[in-house]
């Protein structure tokens, strides 16, 4: 496997964003990969911003329903983690294909705060009612990465 990769995440059918990212490990499970900020400008979430010069350390497992992304700013400070739940990655050759399934977790740096997001999204798509099983795992994702946040040795421990 190539150590430049393309990462591409899609929602609903649609590539939502497309970047490249090295790659830092792949164990077979889970490929960890590394990218800037890819979106244009700033994103401020109110929790958190991410901003030109933040570097994404993140890891897609192929097995599990989602995608967890350490963000830092691009002097090394830890601002975060912002967690996707998606499918299981699929890694081809050079590219990690990735579908967003709306719901997301927030946890920061000092892992006192930890906030699960787009519910009424994950509500408004109609998964739950077009692939009922898909929407079970994406809920039962949600909860572990959520009690794992939770848990005294927190995300880190998921990503040693």
């Not at 030109?52 to 897609?60: I, L, N, S, Y």
């Amino acid at each position: 496997m190539t150590d430049e990769l393309t990462v591409t995440l899609t929602k609903a059918g649609r590539t939502k964003i497309r970047y490249p990212a090295a790659l830092v490990a792949d164990t077979g499970d889970r490929i960890s990969v590394r990218a800037p900020w890819a979106a244009d400008g700033v994103r401020d979430f109110g929790f958190v911003r991410f901003e030109p010069g933040d570097v994404f350390t993140e890891h897609f497992w192929r097995t599990r329903w989602y995608a967890v992304k350490e963000v830092r700013t691009g002097e090394g400070v830890l601002k975060g983690w912002y967690c996707d739940i998606t499918r299981p990655a699929v890694v081809r050759g050079g590219d990690v294909l990735v579908e967003d399934l709306d719901l997301d977790l927030w946890v920061s740096a000092d892992g006192e705060s930890v906030l699960r997001l787009d519910e009424d999204e994950f509500a408004a798509s109609g998964l739950a009612r077009s692939d009922p099983d898909a929407a079970a795992e994406a809920v039962r994702a949600l909860d572990a990465l959520a009690a794992q946040a939770q848990a005294p040795e927190g995300l880190p421990a998921l990503l040693a």
